[in-house]
């Protein structure tokens, strides 16, 4: 009969990712493994884990074996019909929250909210705000809701394109987006955990800078004078979205970088 230690050395996959299929499949934390690893496990057990395994290393997400993936400190459901968290997003978090700082019961709107990770975060972070979230996938949204639900996080959600998600009255403190912004011809969405997430999420078909533009021309109707615009996009998009930006007459445009040091953020001031 095998065991916790036979299978994590044998499953061919790192170590970490092993343990974390088996706290998955045997309901049971990382200490209970430490402290059972020698203890003989099911054929049933066994074969959960092996089938797991096997579809780890044909590059199935983690996120998706295992049903969630953590952000910000909090534990998201995510399916195949949304984004997997990233940590370069929680840098949208932290520049948002700082533009709310010293206001009162903000509006914040999230645009394209998938699984709910920056609109859920931000409610969680500052219980005052009230916050709206929309996103085009109904799936999207569903999955959006459960996590809102599981962790306390009041959220309005409307479905639908963007701004025409809205209902036609109500302005917003700051509005942030973590919109689709991979070019449709460029490689990457054939690799990694690319290939298993919505396409609609990852990339607009075409350039990858036509959600962006979208949203920045029609975020002055949606701003109140002073609100800030927030904009998550690709490493090398920070020129062309600052241009949008000031285009679109916004104001002390700036560009802030992830934790690889790459142009991640973008956004301004309505003024």
Avoid at 250 to 260: G, R, S, W, Y
Wanted: aromatic residues 6%; negative net charge.
């Amino acid at each position: 009969m095998q065991t916790v230690q036979f299978l994590l050395q044998h499953c061919g996959l790192p170590r970490l990712e092993g343990r974390m299929l088996l706290e998955f499949v045997l309901q049971k934390p990382r200490e209970w493994l430490l402290a059972h690893d020698t203890d003989p496990l099911t054929p049933e057990i066994a074969s959960k884990f092996l089938t797991l395994a096997a579809q780890r290393r044909q590059g199935v997400p983690m996120a998706h074996l295992i049903g969630w993936r953590e952000f910000m400190g909090h534990r998201f459901e995510v399916t195949a019909s949304v984004l997997i968290p990233r940590p370069e997003t929680e840098l949208l978090v932290e520049v948002a929250l700082a533009s709310l700082a010293g206001l009162s019961a903000p509006a914040v709107l999230d645009m394209g909210t998938g699984s709910g990770i920056v609109a859920i975060s931000l409610a969680l972070a500052r219980t005052d705000a009230r916050v709206t979230a929309t996103d085009l996938s109904v799936e999207a949204l569903s999955v959006a809701q459960r996590n809102a639900q599981a962790l306390n996080a009041h959220i309005q959600w409307w479905q639908g394109s963007w701004f025409e998600a809205l209902p036609p009255e109500g302005k917003f403190q700051v509005i942030v987006s973590n919109p689709p912004y991979i070019a449709a011809h460029d490689e990457h969405l054939q690799q990694g955990d690319l290939r298993f997430e919505p396409s609609q999420a990852l990339t607009d078909g075409a350039d990858g800078l036509s959600a962006l533009e979208k949203i920045i021309s029609g975020a002055g109707l949606r701003l109140l004078q002073g609100g800030s615009l927030w904009l998550e996009h690709g490493y090398d998009q920070a020129e062309a979205v600052s241009g949008m930006l000031i285009a679109a007459g916004f104001a002390n445009v700036q560009t802030h970088a992830d934790l690889a040091n790459l142009p991640r953020v973008t956004g301004g001031v309505w003024a």
